[in-house]
DNA sequence: GTCTATAGGCCGATAGAC
DNA sequence: GTCTATCGGCCTATAGAC
């Protein structure tokens, strides 16, 4: 996902210690608040040195901001092929994602690329490829295996995926993400999650 | 909605001018990447007579801001007591929602809100006030006279009103949001709505 | 209330030494 | 590559004349 660590593995703390500083800072205050003096005092290192790693304030935003997608192992057992309790199944897979979505890292990020995707049209466009479009791509083929077993009875799968997907961003979710509540509590998650799961499978289920 | 226009109704046409272009910039730009001396110039006016009608850049802004809730009357002969066609009536409605989160002044408004919730606790709150709560509010009632009516088979309204307009903000308006996909066509909007008024249908209609 | 002019500081970006 | 020192400009905010 982040091809470029491959190129700077060890090879240069500084390059490092701006990532991390940029990064952090950026995601906490978005582009406009944070100037070129605080990553440079963050990453303890001189202005001259950041501007030798990175061409411009754009181009540091651009670099870091993009490829950040989910470096968490999401999907990793998220979509069993064998499944006995397809409703247990489907509250594991709900509680996972919207927990994922709650997380401060994924709101920050969410924020600032909805807020400066219209100066960085790439930002949008790959946290969209990075986030929603793979989670819902790889719904839609484990959709594929649940109509097989006869599980579900879904007449087009992009609907069900991106309806489910919907479904978890739910007021929990929008409370959150515009700072109102604070990280909501493993019931009001499982209660939020366990409603959508009922209602899609009262449209999906068989 | 908007107390403080009421001391000055034509009074100021400076204050006016000031209000207009800050509430343009801010849309469309957010807090930092704004400047006073733009919004002067924007205003034609003077930045000491800016300074003479607000006290600060924040202020400015959390002024503009807040209360800026719906100045359209979305909810107009939106929730008809008299229903025939319920699956018809909740197309009309979330057809009607949808089109509402997709203007681009809505749309500039929820990002805005999103990205300095955590700067401006009160842009978040007053935001959620003013659109997603009042709106469920407003479906919550509505949907205890569809009860009555027998056209509904709601256990929670507040779970029922929740999900319908979780499904109205589909992949549609995820992708809209985060600038990837230009205004939708009429047929796309029709399609999701359509789509989502299936599901809700499935989970609560009788 | 409104203007011009400007204070005082931080901005993004660079020059030059090592 | 990394530093110190600094440029010119724009920033928020204000002083003083009218």
Redesign the pocket.
């Known amino acids: 996902m982040d091809i470029s660590a491959e190129f700077v593995p060890e090879g240069?703390?500084?390059?490092r210690q701006i990532q991390v500083a940029a990064e952090q800072l950026f995601l906490a205050h978005g582009y406009g608040a944070?100037?070129?003096?605080?990553v440079a005092r963050t990453a303890s290192?001189?202005?001259?040195?950041l501007?030798?790693?990175f061409a411009?304030?754009?181009a540091l935003f651009a670099t870091i901001m993009q490829d950040k997608g989910l470096e968490t192992p999401l999907y990793e057992g998220m979509f069993p092929e064998q499944v006995d309790d397809l409703r247990a199944v489907l509250e594991s897979m709900g509680t996972r994602l919207l927990r994922f979505m709650l997380r401060e890292r994924t709101l920050s990020l969410y924020r600032v690329a909805l807020a400066e995707a219209a100066r960085f049209p790439e930002l949008g466009r790959t946290f969209y490829a990075n986030g929603p479009c793979t989670m819902r791509e790889r719904f839609i083929a484990w959709l594929g295996v649940m109509d097989q077993s006869g599980l579900v009875q879904v007449d087009d799968r992009d609907i069900a995926a991106e309806q489910f997907m919907a479904l978890m961003r739910s007021d929990v979710f929008l409370r959150r993400s515009l700072s109102i509540d604070p990280l909501p509590t493993d019931e009001e998650i499982e209660r939020s999650v366990r409603a959508a799961v009922d209602t899609w499978l009262r449209a999906f289920g068989r």
Chains 1, 2 share one sequence.
């Open positions: 240069s703390p500084k390059r944070v100037s070129m003096d605080q290192v001189s202005k001259a040195t501007y030798a790693h411009s304030k754009e």
